[in-house]
């Protein structure tokens, strides 16, 4: 399956924007989904993660109350949306998927994702 970021873009404090991952090459129906994020100097963060199997979805950390995770299920695009989007945010960010992995409350591990899409980055001025 190959993955498509878009939605990134310059966004002031306060407002919101939209990620979308597009899937093509397969479907996305049996697979977990999760959103990522990196930061100059930082390691990759997992922020969210969806269970296209059931609908479940995980949002952790710092983002939390603010990000939300959805999923189009005709269009098999995974979204997610960013409210009251502060500078920490600004990192590049990017979506992976895997079939045998299934989102927990702790939220999505990189590691146990095995295909990428190239990021796209958000940069948040204050």
């Known amino acids: 399956v190959q993955l498509v970021v878009s939605g990134g873009g310059l966004v002031q404090a306060g407002g919101s924007l939209r990620l979308s991952c597009a899937a093509s090459?397969?479907?996305?129906?049996?697979?977990?989904i999760g959103w990522f994020r990196q930061a100059s100097g930082k390691e990759r963060e997992g922020i969210s993660c969806?269970?296209?199997?059931?609908?479940?979805?995980t949002v952790v950390g710092s983002v939390k109350g603010r990000f939300t995770i959805s999923r189009d299920k005709g269009k098999n695009v995974i979204y997610l949306q960013m409210n009251n989007v502060k500078p920490e945010d600004t990192a590049v960010y990017y979506c992976?998927?895997?079939?045998?992995?299934?989102?927990?409350?702790?939220?999505?591990?990189?590691?146990?994702?095995?295909?990428w899409g190239i990021g796209t980055q958000v940069t948040v001025s204050s």
């Open positions: 992976a998927t895997d079939p045998d992995y299934y989102c927990s409350d702790d939220g999505p591990d990189a590691t146990d994702f095995t295909s």
């Open positions: 090459g397969s479907t996305l129906s049996f697979h977990a």
């Open positions: 969806i269970n296209s199997s059931d609908g479940s979805a």
